[in-house]
């Protein structure tokens, strides 16, 4: 019989002598980041229905919010998870390739592999552990990695871990590509051009048809980020590499590759945010195919966020709207948290938006549209920023 094992022993409390050093760097860098208005909180705030949100006491309308269909608390959407989070419980257990494949991410990846018109999909965690695990999967020390200027923070982030030469092109900048590509493409193993089909902060489009046709001339691999298109503005020309997240327009939550069935066998093998990670949970998935099927039914609601977007546009004098997202641009970060701060005091929320998020100078309020919204609500925004003094209408 073995020997029982002893107590543990009382281990005196000392104090680690490398925190007060930490906490010391920690103090001293967030103070850095409040002189230069900067620091992020945390905010209470709870969402729904619909664009309504709620911060204390105080009702608020929420012009901040990605669920650009409203399918977030669509009831249909809801009970689909619901049924998935009974059915199978509440998480997936281990990696897929640990636990075995499961059959609603199974569905999940064939309806999205057709919508985006290929021949197979896989799902990811989130778009960011995405683009961190596609990006290594194909390029390396040897290779070359062209990325828009205002691209996600995680197509640089999978460059990075890449390993691979990593240049920025000027934003939309089919001249500066064509030259980056021309000086540098016969140096290098592989090229991948990284790109989105609408930008997360500017709410433009990029010219992909243009960059596809550079991609073909210089043998090179285009991944498009289509985190903010899908389901909303995603017409046009397809890139070999369709990524995006089901966090947005389908209302759930983790992220996707559609490609080639080659593409999508080597992901399942070395893509590491997908190979060393748990998978993605039975209820996010059906959720997120129940809200795709409602995409594709009912494109009038598809339609409507733009066109919201657009009114809004129109009300207050500025470029016509290229995608739910509409950038009103404001310049110092105090200025922005200011001005979102007046609009929070007349019942809507939007969010400042800071560096290194954006370039320094260009803090904004980023407003975004959902088919939730009334136009009366997008009227009294409107309005209110022309009160406040933004937008061109207000100047």
Known sequence: MPDPIPDTPDIPQTADPGAASLDAFARGTLADLDARALRRRLVETARGPGPAARRGEHALISFSCNDYLGLSDDPRVIAAGQEALARYGAGAGASR????????LSALEARLAAHKGKAAALVFGS??????GIVPALAGAKDLILIDALGHSCLFAGAQVSGATMLRFRHNDIDHLRDLLSARRARHARALILTERVFSMDGDRAPLAAILGLAAEYDAWTLV???????????GARAPLEMGTLSKTLGSYGGYLCASQAVIDLMTSRARSFVYTTGLPPASAAAALRALEIVEAEPERAARPLALARRFTARLGLAQAQSPIVPVLVGGAPEALALSA????RGFLVVAIRPPTVPAGTARLRVAFSAAHTEDQVDALAQALIDLGAGQAGR
Do not use: I, K, R, S
């Not at 980020?225 to 017409?235: I, P, T, Y």
């Not at 007046?342 to 005091?345: G, I, P, T, V, Y």
């Open 127 to 132: 778009g960011y552990m995405a683009n961190l």
């Open 225 to 235: 980020d289509d985190a903010h298109g899908l389901g909303v503005v995603e017409a």
């Open 97 to 104: 390739l640990v636990t075995g494949n499961h059959p609603v």
């Open 342 to 345: 007046a609009l929070e005091a």
